[in-house]
């Protein structure tokens, strides 16, 4: 350890060399405004493409089990897997206090590019498939915590939230990207892995970009509090002096605290509503209201415009008025709100696209007014216990998150049953039904009962008689028209009655159903957000912006101080 000491006082002053700085990216001053803002921007670039990447399978989902015949359930398991191995590359992400920041992002964003351009791709089947998302889903746990601390090195305090209101623009505008790529370019195209390909090329200009320019702060600098940009020449002042080894030591100790653990568990949770959205809006609007995949997507752009553009204004708001709690609180109730007013409309067929359009939207900025906020409060929190130790509460966050998305993948097939046959069958009975208009209406008319004996004995005369007597009471015609009816669903081909047979009551069953059962779903994630508020009560920050600005005037006058006392002693 006493090693990783020397290398960093010895460490010569400015940037490293292009060729050098492809491994050693560490700088020994802080940087001024317009290299700190091109790193900042490279980290949020790395973490928008890194989100394209990931989230790219959500907008081709139904496509992406048919190919691979996949269940459902083995579909949403995909997503189990791929978040609890996230979730554990959080953790050891975690040793990025150590390691540094600026490798694992530039390196990790190569591989999950070549992933994405090469490998998923080419999946010689499911199991292949699982396992390359895995990859993928393992390297962005660890750049889940590396982008962040990096925005945290980057940023003072009282910028944070806007510093943090841009990071978070990864999930977001990469969420947009999907959902505007594929919106434009999945009826123009017939090989879906072309959605993947797009994204892998993305991420390979992003690689070359973080790997050739990328740096971060050595560790002396970025173990420090830094409350606003005059702190520069204190917190370059005091580097000489700083024990790194002293200040990392018991990392996990120093971080499992209620307002570290109990914070990042309510914001896990309160964001419910937001996997939900990434992981399952296709789906849940192809299957309930019959949007078609371009169009489910293209409510996705406007959800995620509306959060990226909330995002940076809140951001820039809370650093102007320099509190966060008031706006997390704020957000919260506004989420509360429009995430009830969205599920009264689960179960109304007559809901239009743009009555979705309006509901999203609204939501989405509420979200954002939530979560900028909060990600500048929590490295705050992380900071009052120790400034060296980011990327370890960090990784408590990237680890609790990871596993609550995982549990929520979980939740939704059991809770949301409808999903299974709609999903796995709908498109199937739906062909049929298209097909076979007049026939598919006649077997509904027709009791299931009576429909069974019929298919093992179509002969049964009592059968014949009864299903005719329905069929005719059903849409009153004589009794001979609807034994003609009758007669054509007998000569359906063998495949179509087959897949009415298998599917054609469970598919019907769960169109009922599903608007329904997805209501109590959303009723779960309003009680995730509920419970999120009182958690911000642990977390560190004024409530008064009058308080803000005394404890702002009284860091400024304690940094002459101490900076004079400096200088004088030097």
């Known amino acids: 350890m006493a090693g990783t000491h020397q290398a960093v006082a010895t460490h010569p002053a400015g ?53 691979y015949g996949m269940s459902f359930t083995f579909f949403v398991y995909i997503s189990v897997v791929g978040n609890i191995v996230g979730a554990f590359a959080s953790l050891l992400a975690g040793l990025a206090d150590r390691w540094g920041r600026a490798n694992l992002v530039a390196y990790g964003l190569g591989v999950v590019a070549f992933l994405l351009w090469f490998g998923l791709p080419n999946a010689p089947g499911k199991d292949g498939y699982l396992g390359l998302l895995a990859a993928v889903s393992f390297v962005e746990g660890i750049i889940l915590v590396a982008t962040p601390a990096l925005v945290r090195d980057y940023s003072p305090q009282l910028g944070r939230a806007s510093a943090m209101g841009f990071w978070t623009l990864g999930p977001v505008i990469g969420s947009l990207i999907v959902a505007e790529v594929s919106s434009h370019t999945l009826s123009q195209t017939a090989d879906f892995n072309d959605q993947f390909r797009y994204a892998g090329w993305a991420g390979m200009i992003v690689f070359v970009l973080a790997l050739l320019f990328l740096r971060e702060l050595s560790p002396r600098l970025r173990d420090q509090l830094m409350v606003s940009m005059r702190d520069r020449a204190l917190i370059e002042a005091r580097a000489q002096g700083i024990d790194v080894e002293a200040s990392l030591q018991h990392p996990w100790r120093q971080m499992l605290h209620l307002d570290v653990v109990g914070s990042a568990f309510a914001i896990s949770i309160f964001l419910m509503i937001y996997y939900t959205m990434v992981g399952f809006s296709v789906i849940y609007f192809t299957t309930v209201f019959g949007f078609s995949q371009s169009q489910a997507n293209g409510l996705g752009n406007w959800l995620w415009a509306f959060d990226a553009g909330a995002l940076i204004v809140v951001g820039l708001l809370s650093d102007w008025i320099k509190v966060r709690k008031p706006f997390m609180v704020f957000g919260a109730l506004g989420s509360i709100a429009m995430t009830i007013y969205f599920l009264m409309h689960a179960t109304r067929p007559s809901t239009s696209y743009y009555d979705f359009v309006f509901m999203l939207s609204l939501l989405a900025v509420f979200l954002a007014i939530t979560y900028a906020p909060w990600m500048a409060s929590f490295t705050e929190t992380v900071e009052r216990r120790n400034p060296a130790l ?132 959303f009723w779960v994630c309003v009680g995730c957000e509920v419970a999120f508020i009182p958690f911000v009560f642990v977390m560190t920050g004024r409530w008064s912006p009058r308080r803000a600005r005394e404890d702002a005037q009284q860091h400024e006058e304690m940094v002459q101080r101490e900076l004079a006392a400096l200088t004088s002693g030097s």
């Open 390 to 521: 980011t990327a370890t509460g960090l990784a408590v966050w990237g680890w609790i998150i990871r596993v609550i998305v995982a549990l929520s993948a979980v939740a939704i097939p059991l809770l949301v049953t409808s999903v299974t046959p709609l999903v796995e069958h709908g498109a199937d009975v739906a062909a049929v039904q298209a097909k076979y208009p007049q026939q598919v209406k006649t077997i509904g008319e027709v009791d299931p009962a009576t429909l069974g004996i019929l298919q093992t004995n179509p002969t049964d005369q009592s059968a014949v008689t009864k299903a005719v007597g329905e069929i005719a009471k059903a849409e009153g015609i004589a009794p001979t028209e609807a034994l003609q009816r009758l007669v054509a669903v007998g000569q359906l081909p063998a495949n179509a009655k087959e897949t009415l047979a298998k599917y054609g009551t469970k598919v019907a069953t769960a169109a009922m159903d599903a608007p329904h059962e997805w209501q109590k779903w």
């Open 15 to 67: 940037n490293p060399s292009l060729l050098r700085g492809l491994w050693d990216r560490r700088i020994e001053r802080y940087p001024d405004t317009a290299p700190r803002t091109f790193y900042l921007a490279i980290v949020v670039l790395a973490t928008i493409v890194l989100y394209y990447e990931l989230y790219v399978q959500g907008a081709i989902a139904p496509t992406i089990m048919r190919h």
